[in-house]
């Protein structure tokens, strides 16, 4: 059984770089064809998605936040890790780590979310 952990800090500063880390137990972040992902959730509105790496360490970021953003992993430590830099209090979100089955695009897992605000 597949479980996904975020964790990292719940307040950053405005201008600082947020930095949020998911620990995949159960299978191997490794594992042929899953894509693991970031998605947030601003207060009052849906959910956005950031980006993924996937099982080869491929990266991809959505076009709106590429700039800013960076997804790398340990696979010794079968973890992957969001960096947001350059934050505003609009980054204020709980964010979620989930795993995509890539020949399907289904989102089969995912973490219980973290919540992260911007704030000086």
């Known amino acids: 059984q597949v479980q996904l952990q975020e964790s990292g800090p719940g307040l950053v500063k405005p201008s600082q770089t947020l930095s949020l880390t998911c620990t995949v137990s159960?299978?191997?972040?490794?594992?042929?064809?899953?894509?693991w992902s970031w998605i947030r959730q601003p207060p009052g509105k849906g959910l956005e998605w950031i980006g993924y790496i996937s099982y080869s360490g491929s990266s991809y970021y959505s076009p709106s936040l590429k700039t800013r953003t960076s997804i790398s992993r340990d696979t010794s430590k079968n973890r992957f890790t969001l960096q947001l830099s350059a934050v505003t209090p609009e980054d204020t979100a709980v964010y979620y780590c989930?795993?995509?089955?890539?020949?399907?695009?289904?989102?089969?897992?995912w973490g219980q979310g973290t919540q992260v605000t911007v704030s000086s």
């Open positions: 159960g299978v191997s972040i490794t594992t042929a064809y899953y894509y």
């Open positions: 989930a795993r995509v089955v890539g020949r399907s695009g289904e989102y089969d897992s």
